[in-house]
């Protein structure tokens, strides 16, 4: 089962639709209301984070299931990017880093914003920690499976990150910084799996639930 495509943008156009599909989506399946609400809430956050990135951004938006009760939400969206207002926000932290981004969304968004730049954070010159221990090329460790984009240059995965992280925290603050900020987000304990995939100005942002 797929739902319609929708189109929402980081202003909030068609975020109450979008939602209300998301609902629509889980009576289908005859989900509980916990789960509804907890289906919803991934789609909120989703939302959220698109309405923070640089520039005018607008995404194709829907549902599917794979097998009873698995549920895939899709982002695919296009982007002119405010490259001047990016290079701005890097300027003017006083690390010469996007010292913004925190939390898992705000992460995801650093990414997905650096990938369309391709700034030196994606092609391996580190920006931050949180990029250098998620960075995975789409030759190798991302498992790309249910995404709809044919190929993508920059790829992030959840369920790598988590096992990154899990392997450094014991030995870098950092990591244990970051694993604290990943155990205590809505998204990770809600999501069985995130990813993420950059392919020049089109990102792909799908996120998977069982119930």
Request: aromatic share 8%.
């Amino acid at each position: 089962m797929q739902t319609e495509k929708i189109i929402v943008k980081n202003k909030g156009e068609g975020a109450a639709e979008a939602l209300d599909m998301v609902i629509k989506f889980a009576g289908d399946l005859e989900l509980d209301r916990k789960s509804s609400l907890r289906l919803r809430l991934l789609a909120e956050e989703a939302l959220g984070m698109l309405k923070s990135i640089t520039g005018d951004f607008e995404a194709e938006f829907w549902l599917e299931n794979k097998i009873d009760k698995i549920c895939i939400m899709h982002f695919i969206a296009s982007a002119k990017m405010n490259f001047d207002k990016k290079k701005e926000l890097l300027k003017t932290a006083s690390d010469k880093k996007n010292s913004a981004a925190k939390g898992v969304m705000g992460r995801i968004r650093e990414f997905i914003e650096n990938g369309m730049y391709n700034l030196d954070s994606i092609s391996g010159k580190v920006v931050n920690y949180g990029n250098r221990i998620f960075m995975y090329g789409s030759t190798g460790k991302v498992d790309m499976d249910n995404m709809a984009l044919d190929s993508c240059v920059h790829v992030w995965s959840m369920e790598m990150y988590k096992k990154s992280l899990d392997h450094a925290k014991k030995d870098d603050e950092d990591a244990e910084e970051a694993w604290d900020e990943l155990d205590k987000s809505i998204v990770a304990n809600l999501a069985d799996d995130i990813k993420v995939g950059v392919s020049g100005n089109k990102v792909e942002l799908m996120i998977e639930k069982s119930f």
